[in-house]
DNA sequence: CCTTGACCTTGACCCGAGGTCAGGGTCGAC
DNA sequence: GTCGACCCTGACCTCGGGTCAAGGTCAAGG
């Protein structure tokens, strides 16, 4: 006489794997069985009960560990301890929705989470006669902005806003965007940076855009990461960047240099 | 002149821990940058926007392993890899919210998920002069049937729900109540079996609480798991049981018997 | 020069809730 | 006696890192 039903006939009752159920019996959330005169163990009806209340909890998201100390069903402290798996529940929920409309912000081509303003001055740019490689740079440097100087991100756009609504600074942005495809020593490099310069100290409001981000952060360091960011050593737009400099502070203009804190 | 940040700024500029920082490193998801003569690990602009970019994504939950296979940003399958994504993080919330729900059912005393009928049978025993340890039991029996038998316990509620209509029936259900603190060979044992086993036979829509189970498991085992609930070998209420049985059986009734298939 | 404390390096083990694989024993049916 | 389905134990895998261990490097202060 079989007292009992197998393992894989109890998984299948309370709908749960074999190896489920032995898992619960190493963890101790139910008891293990006695066995058969082969070793299989055998399950009489308290047995399937209690199989059947803990996975009525598991499935309920109650974690294995908090069902092995939870109170006795129906007590206080029963009720209180599935409020806070509750609680830990609707976290994760949050959670996870917060996620998700991250991730439609991250799919509609809100690249890289930046605010509106920032996303529709990068829309802009190709009526501007930008590539797209352009704009790929620009919102990069956004992004390293943003990341490395939060606190003065809004300004920035501020600066640079007001600045592009100027068609001479534009046509001298436009000439810069061509500089990838120039040899270091091509002669229009001097001629730009010089041009440039003449600007940025005719304009002082625009010569913010160079200042502005330098008067939050304070260190050197990440001052080069933006202002220098895709350029590669010894490119013709590294020597732009350096001649440009090099004229800014001959004019007086205060600006951090490599290795200094 | 140092180039570059070291791996605690750059893992402070993303938001991260320096932990993270390497971990996607051996992922491959940020390539590994330069060293400086000391080891360490010197972080410039490509790779902090990388790094940005990366916990961008994986902070909108998209998977590591997700992001190493991902398109270029942009592309038509870079955004239908996020709707993917996006799927698999809404059917995550949807399971979590299912969770929810069955866990505040749970938690409200809805015992073991039983359907409304069911709860409304158990909350009445107490007014009919039955124990909490009666209910307890009852409820056992319940989830037994409704996990053994799935398919017939509606038809089950139903007998047990006209069945307790009837005053006979349910004073001779209350004297059964009172059987675990007898002696097995207490002589009001064979009375009430007599009594029982009449009712039975006097009222064949009765009998279907104890016929109507077995006709739908075929197997002696599910209804022996379920009919011998909550007694221990060798009890009264087992005597009870078995001396039921036998009268039953004597009377042409079928009953499945221990060890038969 | 030495120490202190903060930072960096690699490597190995830990979490939850089981899944999967390996190697072998047992059952009922043919 | 042999087949397929079932059972046994034990060890390793997942995922996104956290934590610990044991040691090297750096800048500042005495």
């Known amino acids: 006489m079989m007292i009992g039903v197998t ?3 109890a998984a299948a009752f309370a709908g749960v794997t074999v190896k489920t159920v032995r898992h619960y019996h190493k963890l101790g959330l139910v008891a ?3 066995r058969d005169s082969s ?9 399937l009960s209690r199989l059947v209340g803990v996975r009525a909890l598991a499935a309920a998201g109650v974690p294995l560990a908090e069902i092995g100390r939870l109170p006795d069903s129906g007590t206080a402290s029963f009720a209180a301890s599935l409020a806070d798996v509750e609680r830990h529940l609707t976290d994760r929920i949050d959670e996870l929705t917060a996620q998700r409309d991250t991730l ?6 809100d690249h890289a989470l930046l605010p509106a303003r920032a996303v529709a001055l990068l829309e802009g740019m190709p009526g501007l006669g930008f590539s797209a490689d ?4 620009a919102q990069e440097s956004f992004v390293l902005a943003k990341v490395l100087v939060p606190e003065g991100f809004d ?5 640079v806003e007001s600045a592009l609504k100027d068609p001479r600074f534009l046509a001298l942005v436009q000439r810069s965007a061509e500089v990838g495809g120039w040899e270091p020593d091509d002669p229009r490099v001097a001629e730009l940076a010089a041009d440039l310069a003449g600007h940025y100290l005719a304009h002082p409001a625009q010569l913010k855009i160079v200042t502005g981000l330098q008067a939050r952060t304070e260190t050197a360091t990440r001052y080069r990461l933006i202002a220098h960011h895709s350029e590669g050593p ?4 590294a020597r732009l960047a350096a001649l440009v400099e090099a004229k800014l502070r001959a ?6 240099r490599p290795g200094s804190p």
Chains 1, 2 share one sequence.
């Not at 004019?251 to 951090?256: D, E, F, I, T």
């Open 7 to 9: 393992i894989g006939q």
């Open 32 to 34: 293990e069985p006695e």
């Open 39 to 47: 070793g299989y163990r055998r399950y009489g009806s308290a047995a």
């Open 104 to 109: 439609r912000r991250l799919a509609r081509g």
């Open 134 to 137: 352009d704009v790929t740079a």
């Open 155 to 159: 300004d920035y756009l501020d600066n």
């Open 234 to 237: 010894g490119t013709a737009a």
């Open 251 to 256: 004019a007086g203009v205060q600006l951090p």
